[in-house]
């Protein structure tokens, strides 16, 4: 079906007759066109979320009513043009999706009008519930993971131990929910469906990088837990640890629709002795049975590490990194490599400081692979960069700024930004929101 039908037209008219603009670009921005929702129509809803005198809540309501339609191609929109109000919008949007106790009832969704309602219901029924899932995850944990401030001084690494451990699995789950959406490359061949699985793309980049930062905080408090928090410090962990190879895979698909092979995140994985050191330091606590812990000594082979400290002077490009000296626990000898991601896709410049720049107190070797061995390495920010790889100047390695040296993540990846499919915006606060797609 193509073009606006009589219904579209008639349903429009009804809006604009009532005074309501807004909800008349809503009813345009859903019509029964098998296309992605009009740029025009979209940014008209946004402006809107962002004057003082909007009703929100009669925005939201009408893209409800808009998903209760009976053909996939308006539900489907209905849903795109939510989604892009909760990425694009004023945060005031996805609070009052947060605040209300139902949202889209899709589950048992299908459209019976052709083979092709049927295939795309199935991506509705699962883009509905991870809508659901980022608005539920707003309400437990008061913030959008995808909005807030990432690097050292970011929300996920300056968690304390309690509200990281009640947040990690609010994230995992969030995160599975919209890996669930698995669509295939063939899948993807109408707009609306790629508009939905860009806009999950987005989110998948900006939640694996909240992601890497509440592991890393992880991995620091990890040798000062209790028992029982070590306990589930581990299963974060591990299941960090199955999902990465599920998220490189949704993020290759973004060449589909249009995203440059050279833009799309290259995830290297970390290596098997941090798991190993986890549990080795376990299954001391286990062992201990109430008796006194021992603590690592002097001659100790292995050294407990932290991803912000100072990388020592050694032998490997790669730094290892330390825990603090005030841990009491059993060592381990974790690397890292580092993850450089573009301003346009974390709502955030990485490159940009208020302050005057001084040494990074995170590793320096930008994008550097875990070298082969210690004899080929080399212990300066002048590291060899593997190819293709973003690496700022030699000389501005040491003085790099504190925003840039925040991008130190555990898996490694290396962006250039999307270019005109995902533009940076201007400042780069917690709340800010990225004007477009």
Known sequence: MSGQTLTDRIAAAQYQLTGSDMARAVCKATTHEVMAPKKKHLEYLVSATNTTNVNIPQMADTLFERATNASWVVVFKALVTTH??????????????????????LSNFIDKTGSHGYDMSTFIRRYGRYLNEKAFAYRQMAFDFTRVKKGAEGVMRTMTTEKLLKGMPVLQTQIDTLLEFDVHPKELNNGIINAAFLLLFKDLVKLFASYNDGIINLLEKYFKMKKSDCKEALEIYKRFLTRVTKIGEFMKLAETVGVDKNDIPDINYAPSSILESLETHMNGLEDAKGGKKGSPTKGSPTNNVSPTSTPAKSANAVPTLQPPPAAGAAGVDIKCSCLVLSSSLLDLDPLSSSGP?????????????????????????????????????????????????????????????????????????????????
């Not at 990425?87 to 009832?105: D, P």
């Not at 004899?375 to 690496?391: C, D, K, Q, V």
Request: charged residues 10%.
């Open 357 to 437: 720049s001084a040494p990074s107190a995170a590793p320096t070797s930008w994008g550097a692979e875990p070298a082969p061995s210690p004899a080929a390495a080399t212990p300066t920010p002048a590291a060899a960069e593997p190819g293709g790889s973003l690496a700022p100047p030699t000389s501005a390695a040491p003085a790099a700024s504190p925003g840039a040296a925040n991008m130190d993540l555990l898996g490694a990846v290396v962006f250039d930004g999307l270019g005109d499919v995902m533009k940076p915006t201007v400042t780069p606060q917690a709340g800010d929101v990225d004007a477009s797609m």
């Open 84 to 105: 892009h109000m909760c990425v694009h919008g004023n945060e005031r949007f996805i609070q009052y999706l947060a605040s209300r106790t139902s949202l889209f009832n």
